[in-house]
């Protein structure tokens, strides 16, 4: 006769313990393997998921009018579009032009005015998901963009809002949708918008501590405004503190872009724009001291290739919260406080199209001439690259004390309205 083994209760509950635990580790690594990693999240596409049928009938195929545009700028979030190649000496005729985005899936239509700056045109940051046509109003006709020779350009990460950042892809390709059954007869313009989780290697702002710049020409260091008032290269980087400190706190990623002994210059593979071109930020913010022995108080320099739109939302916010700024403008579309910078010249003294600044001319990419200006130390990688949005920010003159006193004894709340003015300006 067999003896039958008896099972002792807590040993039956230990075991069935054992196996659920096991068999819930096994699901637990089966998840982990199997879920996206940050890379493959980059790689996917708002396309990836979109119901092909609701695509196929909602998508425009034949167009009425069509229009033909030559070339595109990327500006910190924003893309203009022109009619002819970008630098031509004449007035685009896209200028004064509305461009018009539907997206596709929903009907939903937005509308962009670009007045031949290069902040103004489509702000990429305010897209949602989606895929967009793209068109333009021509003698009010509304017609459909395209171009004669088919790209795709390289995407482009909007900054962080909410912990959110979207991928951005502009295209114009008649096989743009040739996976999904649709074939166009143009090289139709579209913009697909994918929501993404950030990626710990882009940056949303960088910010250059100016002072300390290695002269690579004449192999010295040009320490900057320094006196014995102010030593701009230690209080642009006390500064440069304060202001990553606030701007980190509204939810973006920031890189100060030397350290207190550093002293790297405004060209080559480790200078400052270099350092900020890897980092993939769309703003570039300098903070720099002047020399000037009128200027009592901060004032701002921006690109002449841009609306002012940036330094103009930052002054508006300074004085609507009682600071005060250097009065001084370049024209009466600029507020208080804000210059363009000065073109360069020849030698028989013609103006020519680059700016003096290199924080703001060698950061622009292609919509600022980057890479291009001067015979030695050219930035020549970055002359065809999107371009960050520059803003040189003067927060005080080494030549009056006035001015020196006054930023002392505001630091912090300059500090804070300036990134108040910058999370404004681009919708944070």
Do not use: W
């Amino acid at each position: 006769m067999k003896k039958t083994r008896v099972i002792n209760k807590r040993n039956l509950s230990t075991m069935i313990i054992g196996m659920v635990t096991i068999a819930v580790a096994i699901v637990c690594v089966f998840l982990y393997v199997s879920k996206p990693k940050q890379t493959n999240k980059s790689s996917q596409s708002y396309l990836n998921g979109v119901d092909v049928d609701k695509l196929q009938k909602k998508v425009g195929k034949d167009f009425e009018g069509t229009y033909l545009l030559k070339d595109y700028v990327v500006y910190g979030e924003t893309l203009s579009l022109y009619k002819s190649k970008y630098g031509s000496t004449e007035t685009d005729k896209m200028q004064g032009n509305n461009i018009v985005l539907r997206n596709v899936m929903t009907d939903a239509t937005t509308s962009f005015t670009f007045n031949g700056s290069v902040d103004s045109g489509v702000d990429l940051g305010t897209l949602k998901e989606g895929i967009y046509e793209l068109y333009t109003y021509n003698h009010f006709e509304k017609e459909r963009i395209y171009f004669k020779d088919a790209f795709k350009a390289k995407a482009i990460t909007t900054m962080r809002r909410d912990e959110k950042v979207t991928s951005v892809s502009f295209m114009a390709d008649k096989n743009a949708l040739k996976e999904y059954g649709i074939q166009f007869k143009k090289n139709y313009a579209f913009i697909i918008v994918t929501n993404q989780e950030p990626n710990e290697d882009i940056y949303d702002v960088v910010i250059d501590p100016c002072g300390n710049a290695m002269n690579y020409f004449s192999n010295t260091v040009d320490v900057g405004a320094s006196t014995s008032i102010l030593d701009e290269s230690s209080s642009s980087l006390e500064f440069a503190k304060k202001v990553k400190k606030e701007l980190e706190k509204k939810g973006l990623k920031v890189k100060i872009l030397r350290k207190e002994n550093e002293t790297p210059g405004y060209y080559g593979a480790n200078g400052r724009p270099a350092r900020a071109y890897k980092t993939k930020a769309k703003l570039y913010l300098a903070l720099g001291a002047s020399l000037d022995e009128n200027v009592y108080a901060p004032y701002m320099l921006t690109s002449p290739y841009t609306n002012s739109g940036l330094a103009n939302t930052v002054s508006y916010f300074m004085e609507q919260n009682g600071l005060t700024l250097y009065e001084a403008r370049t024209n009466t579309t600029q507020e208080n406080g804000v210059l363009y910078d000065s073109y360069a010249e020849s030698d028989d003294g013609k103006v020519l199209e680059y700016e003096l600044y290199p924080q703001l001319r060698e950061t622009g990419g292609r919509a600022t001439y980057a890479g291009v200006y001067g015979d030695e130390f050219k930035n020549v990688d970055y002359k065809d690259a999107y371009g960050m949005y520059g803003l040189y920010f003067s927060y005080a003159s080494a030549m009056n004390s006035q001015s020196v006193t006054y930023y002392n004894e505001n630091a912090d709340a300059i500090a804070k309205i300036l990134v108040k003015s910058i999370v404004r300006y681009f919708e944070i």
